[in-house]
């Protein structure tokens, strides 16, 4: 499975990131290790939501739209809580 994933950083609430990865507990322990350029300086951060996709081809078409402007839009409203 191929999972796309929504975490907030617990310290900064405005701070949010959109990731893809096959091994979810790992991808989350590696953005609170600072194992992560982009989001170092935010951490600890905390999984909002996520949707598993069974291809890398349809995870990464969905991560694509959610990081475009009406994506963006769409996770707002229906996926952040």
């Known amino acids: 499975m191929h999972y796309v994933y929504l975490i907030r950083s617990t310290?900064?609430?405005?701070?949010?990131y959109i990731g893809l990865t096959s091994d979810l507990k790992v991808r989350l322990k590696k953005h609170n290790e600072g194992g992560?350029?982009?989001?170092?300086?935010?951490?600890?951060?905390?999984?909002?939501?996520?949707?598993?996709?069974?291809?890398?081809?349809?995870?990464?078409?969905?991560?694509?739209?959610?990081?475009?402007g009406s994506g963006r839009a769409f996770a707002k409203r229906r996926l952040w809580s």
């Open 11 to 16: 310290s900064y609430h405005d701070q949010t």
């Open 36 to 68: 992560s350029p982009h989001t170092r300086k935010y951490k600890p951060w905390k999984l909002v939501t996520y949707m598993a996709f069974s291809t890398r081809e349809q995870a990464a078409a969905f991560e694509q739209y959610l990081k475009s």
